[in-house]
């Protein structure tokens, strides 16, 4: 039985302040359901979040992590770090990082290694641009981001992982990818995975999907068979908003 994760990713937005504000709104509203809930907000916010959010069931995330296990990266931030301060997932390989930061399909793999070292859990986003889709390219993006962030890891660790397909014509556009074209590439990954490794092992894994998800979309993207989730960027902001999607 997958438990279903929706989380929420903050990107660079919310000072410390504010997301101590946001999270004292949001356990008001917050009631105990069969999904998991997840903020993955900036590094300053995180241990706020922990503290505020302790007992409550909701969890926090990092968006990102280095892929060494410590040495001279300036600015960077190690997985001992975040396992330190409790956080329990991390966003890995997030379009906006592949596609601002150099983010590439072995710095993923690099990262999930590292965060397999530790109990953190691992969101590893994939997911392909407009002229790859209208080139009918889709599959074969996704397929070989898969496989490059995979590469080496055990079926142990990847039954552990959460997937989220986030189509980045779909992101902060307002245009969602249609619930069936979601699921169908939800299912797509999930077969990926059964041919990298079993079938066991690929029941197992999370598979979200993220792009313009809202409360008035997220009853029928998440009623679909093959999806397991939503990763939420602007409407997890909004502490009513995001109640709303983890009650879809
Ligand atoms: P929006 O929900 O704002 O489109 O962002 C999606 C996203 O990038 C989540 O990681």
């Given at each position: 039985?997958?438990i279903?994760l929706?989380a929420g990713?903050?990107k660079?937005?919310?000072?410390t ?6 999270a ?14 997840a ?5 300053t ?5 922990k ?5 409550t ?6 968006q ?5 296990v410590?040495?001279?990266?300036t600015?960077e ?12 997932y ?22 999930l290694h590292?965060l ?12 392909e ?26 079926g ?16 902060g ?5 249609s619930p ?14 059964e ?17 313009s ?7 029928e ?6 999806i397991?989730?939503a990763?939420?960027g602007?409407?997890s ?6 109640m709303?999607i983890?009650?879809?």
């Amino acid at each position: 039985m997958r438990i279903p994760l929706i989380a929420g990713n903050w990107k660079m937005f919310k000072t410390t302040k504010e997301a101590v504000a946001f999270a004292e709104e949001f356990k008001k509203l917050y009631k105990d359901t069969d999904v998991r809930a997840a903020i993955c907000a900036p590094y300053t916010q995180l241990t706020a979040l922990k503290a505020a959010f302790e007992g409550t069931g909701i969890a926090v995330g990092a968006q990102n992590v280095h892929f060494e296990v410590q040495g001279a990266y300036t600015g960077e931030i190690s997985s001992a770090m975040l396992e330190e301060i409790g956080v329990d997932y991390c966003i890995v390989g997030h379009s906006e990082r592949r596609q601002y930061f150099n983010e590439t399909d072995e710095t993923v793999n690099k990262k999930l290694h590292q965060l397999f070292s530790t109990e953190i859990v691992p969101i590893l986003c994939v997911g392909e641009v407009l002229e790859e889709r209208d080139a009918g390219k889709e599959f074969e993006v996704v397929k070989t981001q898969m496989e490059g962030a995979l590469a080496g890891l055990t079926g142990d660790q990847v039954s552990r992982l959460v997937v989220a397909y986030e189509p980045v014509w779909a992101i902060g556009t307002g245009r969602t990818a249609s619930p069936e074209q979601a699921n169908e590439m939800c299912a797509y990954i999930r077969k990926v995975i059964e041919d990298l490794y079993d079938e066991e092992v690929c029941d197992r894994v999370i598979i979200q999907y993220g792009g313009s998800v809202k409360p008035s979309n997220a009853t029928e993207i998440m009623n679909m068979d093959e999806i397991d989730g939503a990763l939420v960027g602007g409407a997890s902001l909004i502490p009513a908003d995001f109640m709303e999607i983890i009650n879809f």
